[in-house]
T-cell receptor, first 116, second 113 residues
């Protein structure tokens, strides 16, 4: 069964609206989760590190006011794309590091965001 | 600056033959390397990994080779099966990075029946 559950898998929204994506760790507690974004024919680009109970750490070039991350519990991190624009359309994926259990990261199923 | 490079965007092989996927890295601080397989519209799934203290790790049909001096690793799949058709990502991290993975751009493997 899935270790990391990401929801929704697909969302279409209008420009200017906000979209929330959830990432749940099902089998273990996660003090850290990672959010990635994948552009077509590009690698997975790390956007930010979500830290339980504290502020997220954003990678260079990622607008923290645009991509709001909340990690309120040890099993849930959310990414909110605020005031979405068509250029925000992408595939967003979360991951949970497993810290030595062999795979180092389980990934969610991903969310295909389309902003129209 | 891309720290993990997969220079072949695609690879096509015949069923039953060997598939060899290559990956180069530039960051000498990386000490753990992983291969992920990804189908369209799904998250990556872990395939196999190797620590920098090893030069080979084998798991069934999958073998990863690491050449530290050349900063190069490769994934061998033998025999290749049509179900192996997917995008394969090479990833790496350093022990001090809080398990933050750096990915290559991926290689699309197509295994023809």
């Amino acid at each position: 069964g899935a270790v990391v559950s990401q929801h929704p898998s697909r969302v279409i929204c209008k420009s200017g609206t906000s979209v929330k994506i959830e990432c749940r760790s099902l089998d273990f507690q996660a003090t850290t989760m990672f959010w990635y974004r994948q552009f077509p024919k590009k690698s997975l680009m790390l956007m930010a590190t979500s830290n339980e109970g504290s502020k997220a750490t954003y990678e260079q070039g990622v607008e923290k006011d645009k991509f709001l991350i909340n990690h309120a519990s040890l099993t849930l991190s959310t990414l909110t794309v605020t005031s979405a624009h068509p250029e925000d359309s992408s595939f967003y994926i979360c991951s949970v590091p497993t810290r030595g259990l062999g795979t180092e990261a389980f990934f969610g199923q991903g969310t295909r965001l389309t902003v129209v | 600056d891309q720290q993990v490079k997969q220079n072949s965007p695609s690879l096509s092989v015949q069923e039953g033959r060997i598939s060899i996927l290559n990956c180069d890295y530039t960051n000498s601080m990386f000490d753990y390397f992983l291969w992920y397989k990804k189908y369209p519209a799904e998250g990556p799934t872990f395939l196999i990994s190797i620590s920098s203290i090893k030069d080979k790790n084998e798991d069934g049909r999958f073998t990863v080779f690491l050449n530290k001096s050349a900063k190069h690793l490769s994934l061998h799949i033998v025999p290749s099966q049509p179900g192996d058709s997917a995008v394969y990502f090479c990833a790496a991290y350093s022990g001090g990075s809080n398990y933050k993975l750096t990915f290559g751009k991926g290689t699309l493997l197509t295994v023809n029946p």
